[in-house]
Each structure stands twice: as structure tokens, then as C-alpha cells.
């Protein structure tokens, strides 16, 4: 069958999560326009940096820091090409975190569609209500 468009994206966003090098987590994103993909991102270390995988996690607070998120650095590939990301609507396949919302709010997208409710935030949640960016959850598991 056919899928949809929001599975077809979601469904790239979890080919895309395969490549994350951080193992809490495989998140992958794919920040999409008029149904063209503008960029991928998947959670992993800054450019030339070890991984976790090969380096072990690096923990502050209960949270790996040696990582960047996967809607980051979407945004970035974004930023390093010159594509605009503004209207575009990010498919990720896990709840954005506090600080990737402020991101995603920043660099204009206007919808968010995720799989994985992960770490649900409450004021991620007032930062994407008073920016009007509609928050979708899509019950989509890979096979």
C-alpha cells in the first residue's frame, strides 16, 4: 500500500536514525518543504570529534553532552548549504527535546511531526503553542 506523506518522511527520518552514534538514542530528522526534502540529521558528535559509540557516553546531569541532536544539526546542514528551512515541517523520529524546539522555532519551521514520545516537556510545549506550530504525533514504528 501507498503510504501517506507523513509516513513516507517519518519513514526516511528512522533510515536516517541509523546513523546516529550515540546509543540512548538513534534520532534521525528530515526537515521537508512542498514534499522536497531540504536536509537530514541524525544525533551524533560534532564534526571529526569521537563518538559514543567508540568513546564511551559523556554524561553530565543525566544527559550525554558529547552529542548534538539530530533536529540541530538538520538546522545546520541547512545553514552550511544555504537552504531556508522556513514553513518547512520537521519529521523526527523522537519528541524534541526543550532546547531543539527553541531551535526549530528559531529557523522557522512551522510544523513538527515525531514518533517516539520521549521526554515530553511542558515548556517546550508553551514555546511551540505561542510560536503556532502545530505538534503531530504519528504512531509509525519501522519494520
Not at 543525566?62 to 541547512?78: D, K
Amino acid at each position: 500500500m501507498r503510504p501517506d506523506w507523513d509516513s513516507y518522511f517519518m519513514k526516511i527520518a528512522f533510515a536516517v536514525s541509523e546513523r546516529s552514534t550515540c546509543d540512548r538514542a538513534f534520532v534521525g530528522c528530515v526537515l521537508v518543504n512542498d514534499k522536497q526534502i531540504l536536509t537530514t540529521g541524525f544525533n551524533g558528535s560534532p564534526a571529526g570529534q569521537e563518538h559514543c559509540d567508540s568513546a564511551g557516553h559523556l554524561l553530565v546531569d543525566g544527559h550525554c553532552i558529547r552529542t548534538i541532536h539530530a533536529e540541530t544539526n538538520s538546522i545546520i546542514q541547512a545553514a552550511l548549504h544555504g537552504i531556508s528551512t522556513k514553513n518547512a515541517t520537521c519529521y523526527v523520529t523522537h519528541l524534541p527535546c526543550v532546547n531543539c524546539t527553541k531551535v526549530l522555532i528559531n529557523a522557522g519551521i512551522k510544523r513538527i511531526v515525531y514518533s517516539v514520545a520521549y521526554r515530553y516537556d511542558v515548556n517546550a510545549q508553551k514555546f511551540l503553542n505561542a510560536a503556532n506550530i502545530e505538534l503531530a504525533q504519528l504512531d509509525y514504528f519501522p519494520d
